[in-house]
């Protein structure tokens, strides 16, 4: 990527959403208290919500995840893709980072930090082995990260959570408490569900992505597609957004309000997890010689986590109301207002920790 494409793409993204983007923080937690609001006061809300499924995929859900990654995608240049692939840096740390280091430090931090509460550390483990294949997309806009480069790391990512997910989540809940002395859980992944899960959450917006860019440049020119069709759409993702942060703090409203206390125990290790993940991601990344644009793709990518399967398998595995359910609703509850933070620590942070290089963006 070209200095003057650095420079150029973070102030685009500001014109296309300077409000939404000055102001995003509170438009968050103003969608989390009108979910958890309206899910506490509104009998029936979540009974209704949750009656619309395509088999274990909530459709409202869905639309609304679907809504905020169809602009983000759109955005890739896929065309430039190939030059991600070739890094093998970055492919082999990415890959390290997610399915090595990132289950093994949620096992840690939930057997640590919840000793005591089996239900709550169970959903953890299940949180930390689902990489994330959604928001990674919005936070590593905002932070001006790689969109190529995140597009590509959230499809592997997508590949390995078909193949690996349920492995990991055998060794991680019989085979290595069982070594440790640790009382062991049992649980029956679906591969089906895992499946679903990627191919609705990621390939349906992935192909309407590539395809709009592909048809949108062949019949009107890239100059059209970048400077009009895009801007209009951009805003769209973090409407996407706010929606499906209504609706998921909304399915867990009362249990979140009546049990401050075990949320509160489930938040530390989850704030402890996301923090330590992104900035040991960054300073690796950093390390091992990638630009502030590709080492924030990677950090982002590998402290974000996929929610909504976490939250599918603990509820099809152990039931809506348990407590493996809750730890993982509580999971984007702290993960939102943590990564969005996190933004804005990587835009301060990045003239700083990477002098001279061309892709950090101009405040």
Request: charged fraction near 15%.
């Amino acid at each position: 990527m070209s200095a003057t494409q650095a420079h150029a793409r973070p102030t685009a993204v500001a014109k296309q959403m300077s409000t939404l983007d000055r102001f995003l923080a509170i438009w968050i937690l103003l969608a989390m208290g009108l979910g958890l609001l309206l899910g506490r006061f509104v009998p029936g809300l979540n009974e209704a919500l949750d009656a619309v499924k395509i088999g274990s995929i909530s459709v409202p859900i869905a639309v609304g995840l679907l809504v905020m990654m169809y602009p983000v995608l759109a955005k890739v240049r896929y065309d430039e893709t190939g030059r991600v692939t070739r890094d093998k840096r970055l492919i082999v740390l990415s890959l390290i980072l997610n399915w090595a280091v990132g289950p093994a430090l949620m096992f840690a931090l939930a057997w640590l930090l919840l000793p005591d509460l089996p239900e709550y550390r169970t959903g953890l483990i299940i949180v930390g082995l689902a990489r994330c294949i959604a928001m990674v997309f919005i936070w590593n806009d905002l932070a001006r990260g790689d969109r190529e480069v995140a597009a590509v790391l959230v499809a592997i990512n997508s590949v390995f959570q078909v193949i690996a997910f349920s492995a990991l989540g055998w060794f991680y809940l019989q085979v290595l408490p069982g070594w440790l002395g640790l009382p062991t859980t049992s649980a029956d992944f679906s591969f089906w569900a895992i499946f679903v899960s990627v191919l609705v959450f990621l390939g349906i917006p992935l192909l309407a992505g590539f395809l709009s860019r592909s048809i949108g440049e062949k019949v009107k020119g890239r100059d059209w597609y970048e400077g009009e069709f895009l801007p209009r759409i951009g805003p769209w993702a973090l409407y996407g957004l706010l929606f499906t942060i209504v609706l998921l703090f909304s399915f867990q409203g009362e249990a979140i309000i009546n049990q401050p206390l075990d949320v509160a125990r489930i938040a530390l290790p989850l704030l402890a997890y996301f923090t330590m993940m992104w900035l040991g991601s960054l300073l690796l990344a950093r390390a091992v010689g990638l630009d502030y644009a590709r080492a924030t793709s990677v950090a982002f990518t590998a402290a974000g986590n996929n929610f909504e399967l976490a939250i599918a398998v603990a509820i099809g595995t152990f039931g809506i109301t348990s407590g493996q359910a809750l730890a993982g609703v509580v999971g984007p509850l702290i993960e939102v207002p943590v990564l969005v933070g996190l933004v804005y620590v990587s835009l301060w942070l990045g003239p700083k920790l990477f002098k001279g290089d061309p892709s950090v963006p101009i405040r």
